[in-house]
């Protein structure tokens, strides 16, 4: 697995037997969360949940197909946030989408901005992908304001994009480009 460190964070793929760390963020932050989020059933709150799916992002690690970075405390004892970049396909598309969340906690501190331009820097240096998308609601202005920090541009919006909190919502569609693919 991977260990990245940032100067406040370190981004890991978090192995199944550190479900609780999960377990407790997502109970912590469940109200916080939930605006911006899936509508989530009872089941998606326990350890065995929580377990399948860092082992499903082990393997998805594995084969290439995703990286859902954790963000912990240098201690690791606790979560910070989430950093997933998902969806990643290959051949002459080279690509994924970008997804966050950050304990409320922490936010307001600038953490999410060097969590998530650390995983970037990681996705287009180790991983080579060429383009990360990232969508969210309009209403969400701490999602533009980050995306726009990090230099994605936006390209469009979609309707009825993404069923989050129970509805179907628009989105604002951004990107980024590889830097090292300018060169060419």
């Known amino acids: 697995m991977i260990n990245i460190k940032s100067p406040r964070t370190e981004l890991t793929i978090l192995e199944p037997n550190n479900?609780?760390?999960?377990?407790?963020y997502r109970l912590t932050n469940r109200d916080h969360l939930t605006p911006w989020e899936p509508v989530r059933n009872e089941s998606f709150y326990t350890l065995e949940q929580c377990e399948r799916q860092l082992t499903a992002q082990c393997k998805s690690f594995k084969e290439?197909?995703?990286?859902?970075?954790?963000?912990?405390?240098?201690?690791?004892?606790?979560?910070?946030?989430?950093?997933?970049?998902?969806?990643?396909?290959?051949?002459?598309?080279?690509?994924?989408?970008?997804?966050?969340?950050?304990?409320?906690?922490?936010?307001?501190?600038?953490?999410?901005?060097?969590?998530?331009?650390?995983?970037?820097?990681?996705?287009?240096?180790e991983a080579k992908l060429h383009r990360i998308m990232a969508n969210y609601i309009p209403d969400n202005h701490r999602s533009a304001t980050l995306l726009k920090k990090l230099g994605f541009e936006e390209e469009g919006r979609a309707k009825s994009y993404l069923k989050i909190a129970g509805k179907w919502q628009d989105h604002i569609l951004t990107s980024k480009i590889n830097p090292a693919d300018h060169k060419e």
């Open 19 to 24: 479900a609780g760390l999960l377990l407790e």
């Open 64 to 125: 290439g197909t995703g990286f859902q970075l954790t963000a912990l405390t240098p201690d690791r004892k606790e979560v910070i946030g989430l950093c997933n970049f998902n969806n990643v396909i290959q051949g002459v598309f080279q690509a994924c989408h970008l997804g966050y969340s950050i304990s409320k906690k922490y936010e307001g501190q600038g953490l999410m901005h060097e969590i998530v331009s650390t995983g970037m820097n990681y996705i287009f240096q």
